[in-house]
């Protein structure tokens, strides 16, 4: 399959595939992710329909930690780390495009999330930072709702940890 067939069957996409999906110019997908500066990952590296924490499916997503992010030239002066909120954001993009790949569509939106851990800070000196989302379940009746928990880590390392997240299709 060539790049230019590729489509939402694959489990596997690149940055310019995701570009494109923000785009609406990636077959299949259903559910748009935000175009740069606001996207939050570089790469989706898995996705499955069995795996995770909950045994209901996953998505693992990775972004480089390059010192010249936008995120690092303003958030702190001569204090650089990435803000927890952009890490959040990064989570429910993917689970956002989780559902797009389990044949959901609409536009994603984050409903709320449990809880919230910080574990230790993210800065430019870092290699890349690796995102999980698990499913717990989907919820259909007036709008489609996800549950579902995500990590970050670096080099294995939790950087933050959300439970209880919930994201909605309209």
Known sequence: MTKEQKSMSANVFSRDELIKCGRH???GAGVPLPLPDMLMVDRVIEMNRQLGIHGKGEI???????PDLWF????????????????????????GFYL????YAGKGRA?????????EEVSPGAETLVY????????ERYM???????????????????????????
């Open 132 to 139: 999980r989302v698990s499913l717990k379940k989907i919820r």
């Open 144 to 170: 489609i709702i996800a549950a579902a928990d995500g990590s970050a880590a670096i080099h294995g390392n939790p950087v933050c940890i959300a439970e209880g997240m919930m994201l909605g299709l309209k």
């Open 100 to 103: 797009g790949w389990l044949g």
């Open 25 to 27: 110019e990636l077959a």
């Open 60 to 66: 693992v997503g990775e972004l480089d930690l390059n």
């Open 72 to 95: 690092f030239q303003c958030h702190f002066k001569n204090d650089p780390i990435m803000p927890g909120t952009l890490i959040i954001d990064a989570l429910f993009q993917l689970l």
């Open 111 to 119: 409903l709320s999330c449990g809880k919230i851990k910080f574990k």
